[in-house]
């Protein structure tokens, strides 16, 4: 058996992708028993986080395997096979360990070196092991892995050159606005969700400094319980649960709001974060004092804030003279007939005239769409909606807020897979949106540290290590099978030595019987000694085959030794130990 690994990542796959094959916590009981029900696998586990879905089997068969495993990931995703296919990497035997291994130690995460998969490792073991489909090659394989991980982080600075998603995603919250706790020094957050990952989100907004947190969650019992930890850490935060009804008022008086829910729809909608920032005081503001602020501006007042008052004044005459566009729910105006732009000439407008970036003709209403491309229009529609300024740059692909420097109502960190808030609420005027497609963007240009070289090395030092261990315990049913038939040899020919000497005593039946014994241990130690150094060498599996040919051993011995050792019977294991002390211990110049 070999094992292989199948699936995909944030490094293969788009967002999209990966959130439409997210997989619920039934879906993945159901994969997993699949897999091991099905031909080519005989152990497995299944590792799902926000930006990895892997499956893990301990196969026979290695097309077969692959063959098998792709199809149960599509079939149990619900994404198409052959839409699957091109983002699915396939790793086997050594290389399936590799991988693994770097997962644990943050290598191969979003954000490098971060040990929140430490975690997902351990809880993706305890499923295999309750589900009884981790072996002892996954139980074998995933403990190694939370061992390397932790070496990786106790023994070099891998922390430094990451942090956890939490963390990270402030960080891009507060880009360009000072450091994360004075950014966040008096705000009131909104955490939905109670799981591991809220959890962490909520512990860090409290390390950080905000004055109030409400955490809202399906599960009452687990919002309060999160609470009371929030409460007891000594941070000081005041801290609150509510029901999920009460999301949509929370939203109002929040400033931050983090959301990792394990739904499969919107949590938060564009109407509901919409009518939040329209209903809400300014950021940053506690209740007393929103209720003394100036009540927050109409729509067409946020839409125009902080334009150029001409600019202004020309757009309120255009929309007066019916020259509005509907687009996508916001009123796009193409400039007044008679503008003059660039160009010099009347009916069409341009760079450098009024500041609009793009040529529209004149005609008012719909008939300005004629001869206009998508591009163009879209490029006047953002100067219509946000100023000149905006309207110059060309929002790259991914990002999720205004520009840096622009006054922020509501923060919003989604790090939900799928989605757990509507990705165009970041159109909304004072919402900044932080999601996992942005940190994936921003994560590709953070620098690394020196020390990832060094647990890469750590890496590659264990997969060694693993492999030899795994070879070497490979070949010990055939040493144990094979000192099992020599102790049968002992013994029946120590029966005989008995029927045809009856007058020995029973001193002098045990010195022979002894002698008999370490003649035969003294033969079989070395060529057992060597045997498992060879096949704990890369290729040496072909040893074990070799021995039960030369000694003529039962197939089925060997294969009762293996699975009863693999079943951990006591037994198997006792033999299997004292194969190995024998083998260790033994002196073949020293009388016993």
């Given at each position: 058996m070999?094992?292989?690994?199948?699936?995909?990542s944030?490094?293969?796959?788009?967002?999209?992708?990966?959130?439409?094959?997210?997989?619920?916590?039934?879906?993945?009981?159901?994969?997993?028993?699949?897999?091991?029900?099905?031909?080519?696998?005989?152990e497995?586990a299944?590792?799902?986080?926000?930006?990895?879905?892997?499956?893990?089997?301990?196969v026979?068969?290695?097309h077969?395997?692959?063959?098998?495993?792709?199809?149960?990931?599509?079939?149990?995703?619900?994404?198409?096979?052959?839409?699957?296919t091109?983002?699915?990497?396939?790793?086997?035997?050594?290389?399936?360990?590799?991988?693994?291994?770097?997962?644990?130690?943050?290598?191969?995460?979003?954000?490098?070196?971060?040990?929140?998969?430490?975690?997902?490792?351990?809880?993706?073991?305890?499923?295999?092991?309750?589900?009884?489909?981790a072996?002892?090659l996954?139980?074998d394989?995933?403990?190694?892995a939370?061992?390397?991980?932790?070496?990786?982080?106790?023994?070099?600075?891998?922390?430094?050159?990451?942090?956890?998603?939490?963390?990270?995603?402030?960080?891009?919250?507060?880009?360009?606005?000072?450091?994360?706790?004075?950014?966040?020094?008096?705000?009131?957050?909104?955490?939905?969700?109670?799981?591991?990952?809220?959890?962490?989100?909520a512990a860090t907004?409290?390390?950080?400094?905000?004055?109030e947190?409400?955490?809202?969650?399906?599960?009452?019992?687990?919002?309060?319980?999160?609470?009371?930890?929030l409460v007891?850490?000594?941070?000081?935060?005041?801290?609150?649960?509510?029901?999920?009804?009460?999301?949509?008022?929370?939203?109002?008086?929040?400033?931050?709001?983090?959301?990792?829910?394990?739904?499969?729809?919107?949590?938060?909608?564009?109407?509901?974060?919409?009518?939040?920032?329209?209903?809400?005081?300014p950021?940053?503001?506690?209740?007393?004092?929103a209720?003394?602020?100036?009540?927050?501006?109409?729509?067409?007042?946020?839409?125009?804030?902080?334009l150029?008052?001409?600019?202004?004044?020309?757009l309120?005459?255009?929309?007066?003279?019916g020259?509005?566009?509907?687009?996508?729910?916001?009123?796009?105006?193409?400039?007044?007939?008679?503008?003059?732009?660039?160009?010099?000439?009347?009916?069409?407008?341009?760079?450098g005239?009024?500041?609009?970036?793009?040529?529209?003709?004149?005609?008012?209403?719909?008939?300005?769409?004629t001869?206009?491309?998508?591009?163009?229009?879209?490029?006047?529609?953002?100067?219509?909606?946000?100023?000149?300024?905006?309207?110059?740059?060309?929002?790259?692909?991914?990002?999720?807020?205004?520009?840096?420097?622009?006054?922020?109502?509501?923060?919003?960190?989604?790090l939900?897979?799928?989605?757990?808030?509507?990705?165009?609420?970041?159109?909304?005027?004072?919402v900044?949106?932080?999601d996992?497609?942005?940190?994936?963007?921003?994560?590709?240009?953070?620098?690394m540290?020196?020390?990832?070289?060094?647990?890469?090395?750590?890496?590659?030092?264990?997969?060694?290590?693993?492999?030899?261990?795994?070879?070497?315990?490979?070949?010990?049913?055939?040493?144990?099978?094979?000192?099992?038939?020599?102790a049968?040899?002992?013994a029946?020919?120590?029966?005989?030595?008995?029927?045809?000497?009856?007058?020995?005593?029973a001193?002098q039946?045990?010195?022979?019987?002894?002698?008999?014994?370490?003649?035969?241990?003294?033969?079989?130690?070395?060529?057992?000694?060597?045997?498992?150094?060879?096949?704990?060498?890369?290729?040496?599996a072909?040893?074990?085959?070799?021995?039960?040919?030369?000694?003529?051993?039962?197939?089925?011995?060997?294969?009762?030794?293996?699975?009863?050792?693999?079943?951990?019977?006591?037994?198997?294991?006792?033999?299997?130990?004292?194969?190995?002390?024998?083998?260790q211990?033994?002196?073949?110049?020293?009388?016993?």
């Open positions: 070999s094992l292989l690994v199948v699936g995909l944030h490094r293969s796959a788009p967002v999209s992708v990966l959130e439409r094959a997210a997989l619920s916590a039934d879906a993945k009981v159901k994969l997993l028993h699949d897999t091991v029900a099905a031909e080519p696998a005989a497995a299944v590792l799902a986080t926000c930006n990895r879905i892997e499956l893990y089997a301990d026979d068969k290695f077969a395997g692959v063959a098998e495993l792709s199809t149960l990931l599509a079939q149990h995703s619900g994404v198409a096979l052959e839409e699957l091109p983002y699915l990497y396939v790793h086997y035997e050594d290389r399936a360990v590799h991988h693994l291994f770097s997962v644990a130690c943050g290598l191969d995460s979003m954000v490098v070196g971060e040990g929140q998969i430490l975690g997902q490792i351990k809880d993706t073991l305890a499923l295999g092991q309750d589900l009884h489909t072996g002892r996954i139980n394989l995933f403990q190694q939370l061992r390397v991980g932790k070496r990786a982080h106790s023994e070099t600075g891998i922390d430094r050159a990451g942090q956890s998603l939490v963390t990270f995603g402030l960080e891009q919250l507060t880009a360009g606005r000072g450091t994360v706790e004075a950014w966040a020094a008096g705000k009131r957050a909104l955490v939905i969700g109670a799981g591991s990952m809220s959890s962490l989100a907004l409290a390390r950080v400094g905000v004055a947190i409400v955490v809202a969650n399906r599960t009452a019992e687990r919002a309060e319980r999160l609470v009371e930890i007891a850490s000594g941070t000081g935060v005041a801290a609150r649960a509510v029901p999920m009804a009460g999301v949509t008022a929370e939203l109002t008086r929040a400033d931050v709001v983090v959301s990792c829910t394990g739904a499969t729809g919107l949590v938060l909608t564009g109407d509901d974060i919409a009518t939040a920032v329209a209903d809400g005081g950021a940053g503001l506690l209740p007393e004092q209720a003394q602020a100036p009540a927050a501006p109409g729509t067409a007042e946020r839409a125009v804030a902080g150029d008052p001409d600019v202004v004044a020309r309120a005459a255009v929309a007066a003279a020259g509005r566009l509907a687009d996508a729910g916001s009123a796009r105006t193409i400039p007044a007939t008679g503008t003059t732009g660039t160009t010099g000439t009347t009916g069409t407008t341009g760079p005239a009024d500041g609009c970036p793009v040529d529209v003709p004149t005609p008012a209403g719909r008939a300005a769409l001869g206009v491309d998508a591009n163009a229009l879209e490029l006047h529609g953002t100067w219509a909606d946000q100023g000149e300024a905006a309207a110059q740059r060309q929002p790259r692909r991914g990002t999720r807020s205004h520009a840096d420097g622009a006054p922020v109502r509501l923060a919003l960190l989604d939900a897979m799928p989605r757990d808030i509507d990705a165009a609420v970041h159109r909304i005027p004072g900044r949106l932080v996992i497609e942005s940190l994936a963007e921003a994560a590709a240009d953070a620098p540290a020196a020390d990832v070289d060094a647990v890469r090395g750590i890496v590659a030092d264990e997969v060694a290590a693993f492999g030899a261990a795994q070879r070497a315990a490979h070949i010990t049913p055939t040493v144990v099978a094979l000192r099992a038939m020599a049968e040899v002992v029946m020919e120590v029966a005989r030595l008995d029927g045809r000497l009856p007058e020995l005593d001193r039946r045990a010195e022979v019987t002894q002698t008999v014994r370490r003649v035969v241990d003294k033969l079989l130690h070395a060529p057992t000694v060597r045997v498992k150094q060879l096949a704990s060498e890369p290729g040496g072909g040893y074990a085959e070799a021995l039960r040919e030369l000694f003529d051993l039962d197939p089925q011995t060997v294969v009762s030794v293996s699975r009863a050792d693999a079943a951990g019977t006591p037994g198997a294991t006792a033999a299997a130990g004292a194969a190995g002390t024998a083998d211990n033994h002196d073949p110049g020293r009388a016993s």
